[in-house]
Structure formats: C-alpha cells, structure tokens
Antibody
Framework: EVQLVESGGGLVQPGGSLRLSCTASGFTFGNFWMTWVRQAPGKGLEWVANIKEDGSEKYYVDSVKGRFTISRDNAQMSLYLQMNSLRAEDTAVYYC??????????????WGQGSLVTVSS | EIVMTQSPATLSMSPGERATLSCRAS??????LAWYQQRPGQAPRLLIHTASTRAAGIPARFSGSGSGTEFTLTISSLQSEDFAVYYC??????????FGGGTKVEIK
C-alpha cells in the first residue's frame, strides 16, 4: 500500500523558515516524480512544486520561486520542502503527493494526509 | 497559465440522483485532465485521470468525459459518501499545473 506521511508543519512568524518532510513507503520512491500541493484554509488546491525522479529537474509556481526549495533523498525515501521568507499567504495545509505519470507534469495518484503551516505573528 | 473554471460552485442534490459537474479550460488541454474528490477533513483522492479513466478502486458510478476545453464528471447515483468537494486539474501545459476552484456537492 502506498503511504505518504508529512511532518514538520507548525506556527512560524512572517519572514521565518520551515522545512516540511514527507516519508514514503509501499512503492519504489526513486521511480516517481513527486509534488507538493497546498490548500489555504477554506480554499481550493494550489500546486506548489514538482521534482523529477533523480532530483535533476525542479519546477515551482511563481508565487514561491526564490523562497521555496523542493528536494528529495531517494535512499531515505523522503521528499522535502524548504520554505524561507514565509508570508501570511503561505498559510495552508501542505500535501505531498506522487505524480502518476512518467512525464513530470501529470496527475497525483497518491496523497499524504497533509501538514498545516501557519504564518502569523 | 491555463485557467480552469468549474461550475456550478455548489450542487444541491439528493441521494440516488445523478450529478453532473463541469470543468472548462481557458485553452485546449487535450485529454490531460484529472478529477479529485475531497471529503471534509481529508486529503484529495484521485478519481479520474486522462479525462475518462477511473483510478484504481474508484466505483463505476463515477465517469468522466470530454476533451479540449470542456469536461464533465458524472456521478450516476449519489451515495452518502459522495457528498464532498470535487476538483479538476489540467496537466497538459505546465508549469504551472492548475486546478479548478472546486464544486461542492451537498445534500439537498
């Protein structure tokens, strides 16, 4: 069974940093693109970033470029999101998900339970 | 950026009824479209990919159709567990990958 478990969320002040982690199990992690998707309270879904199987390609939504960094450790079967210069509008539940297609731009066929990030003073 | 527009925003239905949800893309996405279901307090779940292919374990009452810019998700007979929010997502041209704003299916 595919499982994705996020951790690392919490309360952070504006301008602060936070690192989210996602630990995978039940599939060959290194064979899949992975993604982060977020959902602000009471709002819809927003794609944040994708990373290729070997980490050689990374893509971001414009609103987080230069502030967020997606990375992975295939040996540890883990996905990360380093978030710097956080803003109030980054407040959201962050989901890690598996990309279900061979190409990087695809649909998301398995999701974690989410990790809440709250940016507030 | 491809903008995805879902309608209606809210659909008030009774159990057993047929529900039809729409998703429109601002430009053609071919059949590179997915549908997700999100129940309250839960993560999204993939229902349909490539416009009309049901994901593993998804009941046959869920079906998707369309191509280009117009897509439909149909739930043939609503069950209690189907009252949720549904999102479409395009993966034809990216970045960014984009979602629609969602349709909430509520009990009438």
């Amino acid at each position: 069974e595919v499982q994705l478990v996020e951790s690392g969320g919490g309360l952070v002040q504006p301008g602060g940093s936070l690192r989210l982690s996602c630990t995978a199990s039940g599939f060959t992690f290194g064979n899949f693109w992975m993604t982060w998707v977020r959902q602000a309270p009471g709002k819809g879904l927003e794609w944040v970033a994708n990373i290729k199987e070997d980490g050689s390609e990374k893509y971001y939504v414009d609103s987080v470029k230069g502030r967020f960094t997606i990375s992975r450790d295939n040996a540890q079967m883990s996905l990360y999101l380093q978030m710097n210069s956080l803003r109030a509008e980054d407040t959201a539940v962050y989901y890690c998900a598996r990309v279900g297609t061979v190409k990087g731009g695809g649909y998301f066929d398995s999701w974690g339970q989410g990790s809440l990030v709250t940016v507030s003073s | 950026e491809i903008v995805m527009t879902q309608s209606p925003a809210t659909l008030s239905m009774s159990p057993g009824e047929r529900a039809t949800l729409s998703c429109r893309a601002s430009q053609s996405v071919s059949t590179n479209l997915a549908w997700y279901q999100q129940r309250p307090g839960q993560a999204p779940r993939l229902l349909i990919h490539t416009a009309s292919t049901r994901a593993a374990g998804i009941p046959a009452r869920f079906s998707g159709s369309g191509s280009g810019t117009e897509f439909t998700l149909t739930i043939s007979s609503l069950q209690s567990e189907d009252f949720a929010v549904y999102y479409c997502q395009q993966f034809n041209i990216w970045p960014p990958l984009t979602f629609g704003g969602g349709t909430k299916v509520e009990i009438k």
